[in-house]
């Protein structure tokens, strides 16, 4: 198990852990609290099914290039771990941590299975992520696809980036309240993230 990976299955782990000691009540509001960033994943799937599926099929998956899943240590925010295991049976969550705890010997990504991604809820940054070529082939000769997408980019903003009260913020926030603590809670440790929230705070921005 490499740092990444005993990094990951720490965030794991706790997020089990704090999840299985919850109240009915506590996990049907955290469930409320994500239900719109939910909503927007959707959306988010919807357009990429709608605009990219053909293109990425070919180009990518056929060819098992799979070319945005090889980086072998993608960011995970605290919030996307969260967000998955609050949307995922224990089974997958179980076979999560399988992976995790070998070796990853090739160059892909630890959480690409034969099927694709083992997340049901993809890190955000995944999500987000097009590779030029596809961005090149399908945005450039469709404006309003490609005014759809800047506007899906500025919508994720409102759970992620912390230049107001964000739903990431916010779920590292209660575990930590509740005495949980993990290097993947970047909007409590990320220097750049901290600072974007003072600046909020003090007004600057
Ligand atoms: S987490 Fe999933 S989508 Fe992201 S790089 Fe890994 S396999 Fe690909």
């Known amino acids: 198990m490499n740092s990444y990976q005993k990094e990951q299955i720490e965030a794991l782990s706790l997020v089990q852990a704090y999840l299985a ?14 239900a719109d960033y939910l909503l927007f994943r959707d959306d988010v799937d919807a357009f990429l099914d709608a605009h990219f599926s053909d293109v ?25 771990v969260v967000v998955n295991a609050l949307v995922t049976p224990e089974e997958e969550i179980n076979a999560l941590r399988s992976v ?42 469709k404006p309003e696809a490609a005014k759809t997408w800047e506007a899906m980019q500025q919508r994720k903003k409102l759970f992620t980036w912390p230049d107001r009260p964000v739903l990431f913020d ?9 005495g949980y603590s993990s290097s993947l809670m970047y909007m409590h440790n990320s220097p750049g993230l901290l600072r974007i929230k003072k600046q909020a705070k003090s007004g600057e921005q």
């Open 21 to 34: 000691n919850l109240a009915l009540d506590a996990r049907q509001a955290l469930e409320s609290q994500i």
């Open 56 to 80: 990425c099929t070919l180009k990518c998956f056929k060819s098992k290039i799979s070319a945005c899943c090889s980086r072998d240590s993608i960011i995970t925010f605290f919030g996307d």
């Open 100 to 141: 995790l705890q070998k070796p990853n010997k090739g160059f892909k990504c630890v959480y690409l299975g034969k099927q694709g991604c083992m997340w049901r809820v993809k890190p955000i940054v995944c999500e987000m992520f097009l590779c030029k070529s596809a961005s090149e082939e399908v945005l450039a000769p």
């Open 170 to 178: 916010d779920l590292e926030r209660i575990f930590l309240d509740a």
